[in-house]
């Protein structure tokens, strides 16, 4: 089993849609979890980290369900400029060092 | 610096040639990473290095491929006798574990192509 796991899309809405996109991790001592946003043949990029009682960041939600070991992000009214593939990322308790990545979600934002 | 930076931004070789990628991390972070991304694919994890030591380098697909870092700054991915599997982006993070949330930042990648 894969240790973080993503439905990868593609999801296809229209500009002002409101989106969300859920990540599975299968070990239940990670720590620390992130978003990272991808854009087509561009570095991953840092989008939100995800705290315990959920965070939002303008148009964007991320909540974190420890006892499900999910974790989620919401876009609200979607922009153009929101198409990209986002990434799940985890970071183990048991090794501060790791990083494990999800094979990414790609949102299309149509117009 | 001010970011990860990472050169060259684009190599073609031809099969068989070695190839050097670098990596400059953001200045003052102790840890380092090398990742690599095929076309379409998910990051795969290399190398990870803890100042100049590498604790952790079971994703190095074979011996061709080494990796060192130097005065805890600069790191140096080679890959020997390439092959046109080795075709890639290959990308560099680097993070401060030192403050809050241990959070990695990417450099703009390496591509290459193997001809």
């Known amino acids: 089993r894969k240790e973080v796991e993503q439905d990868p899309g593609p999801f296809n809405v229209p500009e002002g849609a409101t989106v969300a996109f859920n990540c599975t991790y299968s070990n239940s001592a990670s720590q620390s979890f992130f978003w990272y946003r991808q854009d087509c043949r561009k570095e991953p990029k840092l989008l939100m980290s995800v705290y315990s009682s959920g965070n939002e960041d303008g148009r964007f939600t991320a909540q974190l369900n420890r006892a499900s070991q999910y974790i989620s992000l919401l876009i609200r009214d979607s922009k153009l400029s929101d198409s990209a593939t986002y990434l799940c990322v985890v970071n183990p308790l048991y090794n501060f060092n790791k990083f494990y990545f999800g094979s990414g979600t790609k949102l299309n934002v149509k117009p | 610096g001010a970011g990860v930076s990472q050169s060259p931004s684009n190599k073609v070789t031809e099969k068989g040639k070695d190839v050097e990628l670098r990596c400059d991390p953001i200045?003052?972070?102790?840890?380092l990473y090398w990742y690599r991304q095929s076309l379409g694919q998910g990051l795969e994890f290399l190398i990870y290095?803890?100042?100049?030591?590498?604790?952790?380098k079971s994703g190095l697909p074979s011996d061709r491929f080494s990796a060192e870092r130097t005065g805890g700054s600069v790191s140096t991915l080679t890959i020997q006798r390439t092959q046109q599997e080795d075709s890639a982006v290959y990308l560099c993070a680097s993070s401060n574990r030192g403050a809050g949330a241990n959070v990695l930042t990417f450099g703009a990648g390496s591509r290459l192509t193997v001809l």
């Open positions: 200045s003052g972070h102790t840890a």
């Open positions: 290095f803890q100042g100049n030591s590498a604790p952790d």
